[in-house]
């Protein structure tokens, strides 16, 4: 199970989502190069390469999904590695800082400390009285 994952055949729903926000994606680029830029020439041309072919999507969303394909492509690495690193940072900015304090106050919520006095570690429950619950374990 990957935390993310290239949909190779996107439906045609996706696809016409894709296209949506391949316009805004260009749109924003473009207003972002014009702004920076001298030249108002590549602004243009993201903006009318973006918009030509996100309106073919919008109109027919097969012919989008090479580019679809491509751009899901192009983004996976950076989707791998952002997810990978917010896992890392999850773990050793959050859990471990929390495991570090239960563990320096002595909360053992799992009972795993050995007892060598003990003579098992089962642990005795009550007999349900309800059979139906065994229908509905969670």
């Known amino acids: 199970m990957a935390l993310v994952d290239i949909n190779w055949n996107p439906s045609r729903k996706e696809l016409r989502v894709f296209a949506l926000l391949l316009i805004v994606f260009g749109a924003i680029v473009a207003t972002v190069l014009y702004g920076r830029l001298v030249s108002q020439t590549p602004s243009a041309a993201v903006?009318?390469?973006?918009?030509?072919?996100?309106?073919?999507?919008?109109?027919?969303p097969a012919l989008v999904r090479p580019v679809y394909v491509i751009w899901m492509g192009l983004a996976f690495p950076i989707g791998w590695t952002v997810s990978h690193l917010m896992m890392l940072a999850v773990f050793y900015l959050?859990?471990?800082?929390?495991?570090?304090v239960m563990r320096s106050l002595g909360r053992d919520p799992m009972?795993?400390?050995?007892?060598?006095?003990?003579?098992t570690y089962w642990l005795p429950r009550a007999p349900r009285e309800d059979l139906k619950s065994y229908f509905r374990q969670f």
């Open 47 to 60: 903006l009318l390469f973006t918009t030509v072919v996100g309106l073919i999507g919008l109109a027919v």
């Open 94 to 100: 959050v859990l471990t800082p929390i495991g570090l």
């Open 111 to 119: 009972q795993r400390r050995l007892d060598r006095e003990a003579k």
